[in-house]
């Protein structure tokens, strides 16, 4: 029902930035939870950031709480992640997801994006 394309990943030092974008299309995302996600080798999938509809809620794990930001734009149908203050603990896959059924902002999410990497080097 609802295709998810990430882009924006990449190599980046220590303390830099990247926005990554997310783009639906199939269905109206509009009212949807929107979430970005992270993998990194060895680890399980975690929550990094999650938005109702129209941003008035949001979720961060605290591990990314002031450097991260995530933003939508339903008119574009794209959800942003605006990532600062990179750590090379931030390096993982990247996804992008959606939650059209949820009653909850963190989740379940049943529609996945592909992924996008990010590594941060020191």
């Known amino acids: 029902q609802v295709q998810l394309v990430e882009s924006g990943g990449g190599l980046v030092q220590a303390g830099g930035s990247l926005r990554l974008s997310c783009a639906a299309s199939?269905?109206?995302?509009?009212?949807?939870?929107m979430g970005w996600f992270r993998q990194a080798p060895g680890k399980e999938r975690e929550i990094v950031a999650a938005?109702?509809?129209?941003?008035?809620?949001?979720y961060y794990r605290d591990s990314v709480n002031g450097r991260f930001t995530i933003s939508r734009d339903n008119a574009k149908n794209t959800v942003y992640l605006q990532m600062n203050s990179l750590k090379v603990e931030d390096t993982a896959v990247y996804y992008c997801?959606?939650?059209?059924?949820?009653?909850?902002?963190?989740?379940?999410?049943?529609?996945w994006g592909q992924g996008t990497q990010v590594t941060v080097s020191s």
């Open positions: 997801a959606s939650a059209p059924v949820s009653v909850t902002i963190r989740g379940p999410y049943d529609f």
């Open positions: 199939g269905r109206t995302f509009s009212r949807y939870y």
């Open positions: 938005s109702n509809w129209n941003g008035d809620i949001t």
